[in-house]
């Protein structure tokens, strides 16, 4: 017989919810308020878009996201995949090793990545800019793309790879024709988190962001010191929508994968 949850946990799972995701919805609204300032309500409007993109200052700032987000990305993606692939058949202590310092920066603080990505710029005399701006992102986006593409590798016996290499393949027609479909979902998602978390740092880019390369987190963050306004709020919701539909898109990726997986057989 199946049980019934209590009626209180599925109270507090909407409670939950609301405390959440209520500051993101007010956000949302308020960007259609014609009202000047956010407390007041006035009425309907789309003029604070219009000016959003007549903004020269949020089209620059919007450049210098897509083309670190862009750039850091496809580096990330390349080098967590390689290393992925480079320590699948690691084993015992070494395997942990390896893995405890990729997911290190996973969990360590973002504060504390961007004071040490600052320190070590300082050290090597290197002047913040764009290219600082990418080297810290592709840092942290590179563990994101490892732990994605190593959980889908985890999943994968090695039954197709070992038969095509009994079938006279070599190794790199082993891997374009047979490792890299099984493992394309998972370098998409990947690459799509590492996109997603790229458009959307402010921490990190905070610490290593120079007077040209204004990313639209930090350009959000200094007009906000001067007072919220629903062109910000505007700005705001067009980076929610487009993060929630990348992080949807990844995970829609990732289990169309796992699910064309779970139907493919093996040939007898």
Same mark, same amino acid.
């Given at each position: 017989?199946?049980?019934?949850?209590?009626?209180?946990?599925?109270?507090?799972?909407?409670?939950?919810?609301?405390?959440?995701?209520? !500051?993101?919805? %007010?956000?949302?609204?308020?960007?259609?308020?014609?009202?000047?300032?956010?407390?007041?309500? #006035?009425?309907?409007?789309?003029?604070?878009? &219009?000016?959003?993109?007549?903004?020269?200052?949020?089209? #620059?700032?919007?450049?210098?996201?897509?083309?670190? =987000?862009?750039?850091?990305?496809?580096?990330?993606?390349?080098?967590?995949?390689?290393?992925?692939? =480079?320590?699948?058949?690691?084993?015992?202590?070494?395997?942990?090793?390896?893995?405890?310092?990729?997911?290190?920066?996973?969990?360590?603080?973002?504060?504390?990545?961007?004071?040490?990505?600052?320190?070590?710029?300082?050290?090597?005399?290197?002047?913040?800019? +764009?290219?600082?701006?990418?080297?810290?992102? %592709?840092?942290?986006?590179?563990?994101?793309?490892?732990?994605?593409?190593?959980?889908?590798?985890?999943?994968?016996?090695?039954?197709? #790879?070992?038969? =095509?290499?009994?079938?006279? =393949?070599? !190794?790199?027609? &082993?891997?374009?024709?047979?490792?890299? !479909?099984?493992?394309? !979902?998972?370098?998409?998602?990947?690459?799509?988190?590492?996109? &997603?978390?790229?458009?959307?740092?402010?921490?990190?880019?905070?610490?290593?962001?120079?007077?040209?390369?204004?990313?639209?987190?930090?350009?959000?963050?200094?007009?906000?010191?001067?007072?919220?306004?629903? #062109?910000?709020?505007?700005?705001?919701?067009?980076?929610?929508?487009?993060?929630? &539909?990348?992080?949807?898109?990844?995970?829609?990726?990732?289990?169309?994968?796992?699910?064309? +997986?779970?139907?493919?057989?093996?040939?007898?």
């Amino acid at each position: 017989m199946k049980k019934r949850s209590h009626p209180l946990l599925g109270i507090h799972s909407y409670l939950m919810l609301a405390f959440i995701y209520m !500051p993101i919805l %007010i956000i949302i609204i308020y960007s259609f308020n014609s009202a000047r300032l956010s407390g007041n309500w #006035e009425g309907f409007t789309l003029d604070w878009y &219009t000016s959003l993109f007549q903004n020269r200052h949020v089209r #620059e700032a919007l450049m210098n996201s897509l083309t670190i =987000a862009i750039t850091s990305t496809v580096v990330s993606t390349m080098l967590g995949t390689a290393a992925a692939l =480079a320590l699948r058949d690691l084993r015992g202590k070494k395997r942990s090793g390896m893995n405890g310092l990729l997911y290190l920066p996973v969990i360590i603080p973002d504060i504390i990545m961007g004071l040490s990505l600052l320190v070590m710029f300082s050290q090597l005399n290197m002047p913040l800019g +764009k290219t600082t701006v990418m080297i810290a992102h %592709i840092t942290f986006s590179l563990s994101y793309v490892y732990v994605v593409v190593t959980a889908r590798l985890s999943g994968m016996g090695k039954q197709l #790879e070992e038969a =095509a290499q009994d079938l006279g =393949a070599t !190794p790199w027609q &082993t891997f374009r024709h047979v490792t890299l !479909p099984q493992i394309a !979902p998972g370098i998409i998602s990947g690459a799509l988190i590492a996109f &997603t978390l790229s458009l959307d740092d402010f921490m990190v880019s905070f610490f290593v962001a120079g007077p040209s390369s204004t990313t639209l987190p930090i350009y959000i963050y200094a007009q906000v010191k001067r007072g919220i306004s629903p #062109e910000i709020n505007a700005l705001c919701t067009l980076l929610i929508l487009v993060s929630i &539909t990348l992080i949807l898109l990844s995970q829609y990726i990732l289990n169309r994968g796992n699910n064309d +997986k779970k139907h493919k057989t093996l040939p007898i």
